[in-house]
């Protein structure tokens, strides 16, 4: 089984910067992929960004050049830097995670989810 536990939430003004962490744990052989997604309420959840084992990275539209995904493969874990945060994007943020524990294939997993909240 694997854990995502995500981090770095919480309440910041208009054009601060948050940085968010998915620490995964378990029985984890490789990360093929990770990503980090939104969901504001009354809304679906969204996509914000997805970074692959190779480092290709994809970013929705509304946070390009605002925020950065990254990895530290050692330590299992994925960071998410927000900069120039805007109201809108408050929401929950989820971290996700394609894993390889030794099943025959990869294996989805999903964080608690994270609170952002951006003040005008």
């Known amino acids: 089984q694997v854990q995502l536990v995500e981090s770095g939430g919480g309440l910041v003004q208009a054009g601060g910067s948050l940085r968010l962490s998915c620490a995964a744990s378990?029985?984890?052989?490789?990360?093929?992929?990770m990503g980090w997604y939104r969901q504001a309420p009354g809304k679906q959840r969204e996509l914000v960004a997805t970074?692959?084992?190779?480092?290709?990275?994809n970013y929705a539209d509304s946070v390009k050049g605002r925020f950065t995904i990254s990895t530290d493969n050692a330590k299992n874990t994925g960071y998410l830097q927000m900069n120039s945060l805007k109201p809108e994007d408050t929401a929950v943020y989820y971290c996700?995670?394609?894993?390889?524990?030794?099943?025959?294939?990869?294996?989805?997993?999903w964080g608690q989810g994270t609170q952002v909240t951006v003040s005008s």
């Open positions: 970074i692959t084992s190779r480092g290709s990275t």
């Open positions: 378990g029985t984890i052989f490789s990360i093929n992929a």
């Open positions: 996700n995670a394609y894993v390889d524990s030794g099943r025959p294939t990869f294996q989805q997993y």
